[in-house]
């Protein structure tokens, strides 16, 4: 792996303050087996410490990848991605196929192999692939039941859409069609950026395949095993949603159908959550349906969370005006 100049597939990395998570998950890129020639992309956001920087430059220099690190000073998930693809794009012009994991995640031996196998055997626009979720000490059932921590799509094959960037390809077409941003900046404290991709991906015709075997591990810390982070997930989960239909819906009539939307959902939310309780015989993942249609109405009411902004100065909810003038691109 010498020719940096040359690789087909390019495997993004945004790393924020998981310096040690990073490394992992480079190591297990360097174990790929069967895949072909590849480079690694790793974006750092974090600004103050720098450490994933360090991480990767360590793990270039030593030769065990090839491939190089970037800075996005804009704090955002959103942003950090769109620099890992648009770098990776122009940095190496003849690659067609680009990747992304996180720095929390662990790729299984063939997993490049298998992603890029998918795309060229399906002829898909873009690839998805399991995260399997690995949780720090005893985990509770009711956390392995939550549709937080577990993937809709099970089956290899065509499906609809992808739902994250954590296990994904995405053919260079798509971006050039797609164009800049690739992620929509005002998700960027928010999350779910990926969401509003991949709905943009499907509604332009493009064609999606899933790759059951093409798995990543993600490491759950303990934090997230907490009921109250559950609980604030599913509704940020909500506020995602409600942003997302509220870019494709503008006016009178799109301001109506989306109080309509909000209506019904919390219409539905207590049989979904009753459906929930049986099927799962706990009331953690039962409450994920009301939690949607709370952050929905949340969201309608100018409210938005700010998950992936630094802890120590992330308030609990700003105004949706204030969260999308401080994600406004970089212009970089």
């Given amino acids: 792996m010498t020719d940096v100049t040359s690789p087909k597939a390019i495997v993004c990395i945004p790393t924020f303050r998981r310096p040690a998570g990073l490394k992992r998950t480079l190591e297990s890129l360097a174990a790929q087996t069967g895949a072909e020639h590849f480079a690694v992309v790793v974006v750092e956001n974090d600004v103050q410490e720098l450490a994933g920087e360090r991480v990767a430059d360590a793990v270039f220099a030593s030769h065990a990848l090839s491939g190089f690190s970037v800075i996005e ?3 955002g998930n959103c942003s950090a991605i769109n620099t890992a693809f648009r770098t990776a794009r122009e ?3 003849a690659a ?6 996180d720095d929390d995640e662990e790729a299984s031996p063939t997993w490049l192999a298998g992603m890029i196998g998918t795309a060229r055997s399906s002829g898909a626009d873009l690839v998805g692939g399991p995260v399997v979720r690995c949780f720090e000490g005893e985990t509770p059932s009711s956390l392995q039941k939550h549709p937080l921590f577990y993937s ?7 499906t609809a859409s992808l739902h994250g960037t954590g296990n994904c390809l995405i053919r260079r077409r798509v971006l050039e069609a797609l164009g800049e941003p690739t992620l929509d900046p005002r998700f960027d404290l928010l999350g779910g950026g990926d969401m509003d991709f991949f709905t943009r991906c499907r509604l332009a015709g493009f064609k999606s395949h899933w790759n059951e075997d093409a798995k990543v591990f993600e490491t759950v810390p303990a934090q997230r095993m907490k009921t109250r982070w559950v609980l604030r ?3 940020t989960t909500g506020v995602i949603n409600y942003t997302i239909d509220q870019k494709r819906y503008s006016g009178r009539l799109g301001t109506a159908l989306l109080l309509l939307k909000n209506f019904i959902s919390l219409g539905i939310a207590p049989f979904r959550a009753a459906t929930a309780l049986l099927a799962t015989g706990h009331w953690l993942p039962a409450s994920h349906p009301l939690c949607l249609s709370i952050g929905r109405s ?3 009411l100018g409210l ?6 630094a802890a120590n100065i992330t308030p609990l909810f700003e105004t949706a005006r204030d969260n999308a003038s401080r994600a406004r691109p970089s212009g970089r």
Avoid at 96 to 101: R, S, V
Avoid at 152 to 158: K, L, Q, Y
Avoid at 304 to 309: E, F, G, I, M, Q
Wanted: aromatic share 12%; hydrophobic share 40%.
């Fill in 298 to 300: 949340l969201a309608a």
């Fill in 152 to 158: 809709t799509i099970t089956r290899s094959g065509e």
């Fill in 304 to 309: 938005a969370p700010t998950p992936y902004k």
């Fill in 233 to 235: 997930r599913s509704v």
């Fill in 96 to 101: 067609e196929f680009f990747l992304m994991i």
């Fill in 91 to 93: 940095r190496f012009p």
């Fill in 73 to 75: 000073r804009k704090q």
